[in-house]
């Protein structure tokens, strides 16, 4: 199994940005696709973007054009690139290892999670 371990949240205004990190220990990171998603209290968790095995990423509408994702197989580590950020982006972050070799965009198709970094956006 793979450990995954998000950094990077906070407290930011709108219009701010922030770059969050996950990092992978533990498994083979490099072989499948990851994905990023949120979660706010009392809704269902989210998918926000998924990202090949070559880098190549899917994002959600809700974040297409302000947010961008970025890997590095050889050094287990990927980013997730928040600018223009809004107070409807307020959630909870949670990197996710795909079980399956084709990305995915619902939770369903993941299962190795982070613990999650908490991102607040204040208007």
């Known amino acids: 199994q793979v450990q995954l371990v998000e950094t990077g949240g906070g407290l930011v205004q709108a219009w701010g940005s922030l770059r969050l990190s996950c990092v992978a220990s533990g498994g083979t990171f490099g072989v499948y696709p990851m994905g990023w998603f949120r979660q706010v209290p009392g809704q269902e968790r989210e998918f926000v973007a998924a990202m090949q095995r070559s880098g190549g990423t899917t994002y959600a509408p809700s974040v297409r054009g302000r947010f961008t994702g970025s890997r590095y197989n050889a050094k287990n580590i990927m980013y997730l690139q928040m600018d223009s950020l809004k107070p409807e982006d307020t959630a909870v972050y949670y990197c996710?290892?795909?079980?399956?070799?084709?990305?995915?965009?619902?939770?369903?198709?993941?299962?190795?999670w982070g613990q999650g970094t908490q991102v607040t956006v204040s208007s």
């Open positions: 996710a290892r795909s079980r399956t070799t084709a990305v995915a965009t619902t939770k369903q198709w993941y299962d190795q």
